[in-house]
């Protein structure tokens, strides 16, 4: 398992733009794929885009043309780039890691962060 730190939420009007890094500290991030998922209230937690150690990457269909996942290994970050942004985005995103592929689902990656809120007001 691995830490995981995410940051970058917070407000932002629709049509606007946010970007989350996931950091993990002090560790070689370049062996591991790393997803973004997101859990709005009542609803359960949803694959968002992902991107193997490869470089490879697998975006969900709302997430297509609007948001990006990157990664930077030398600074042992992947980032979400999120635009144009929806009310129905709203919701809390983690990053998620496992071992060098991406998974199908929440319950295949066992390294998860605590989350942070990302909120679009119309």
């Known amino acids: 398992q691995v830490q995981l730190v995410e940051s970058g939420g917070g407000l932002v009007q629709v049509g606007g733009s946010l970007r989350l890094p996931c950091v993990a500290p002090?560790?070689?991030?370049?062996?591991?794929?790393v997803a973004w998922f997101r859990q709005a209230p009542g609803q359960e937690r949803a694959l968002v885009a992902a991107?193997?150690?490869?470089?490879?990457?697998h975006y969900v269909e709302f997430a297509k043309g609007r948001f990006t996942i990157a990664r930077d290994n030398a600074k042992n970050t992947v980032y979400l780039q999120m635009n144009s942004l929806k009310p129905e985005d709203t919701a809390i995103y983690y990053c998620?890691?496992?071992?060098?592929?991406?998974?199908?689902?929440?319950?295949?990656?066992?390294?998860w962060g605590q989350g942070t809120q990302v909120t679009v007001s119309s």
């Open positions: 998620a890691a496992r071992d060098y592929y991406i998974g199908g689902g929440a319950a295949q990656y066992n390294s």
């Open positions: 002090g560790r070689t991030f370049s062996r591991y794929a």
């Open positions: 991107v193997a150690s490869a470089g490879d990457t």
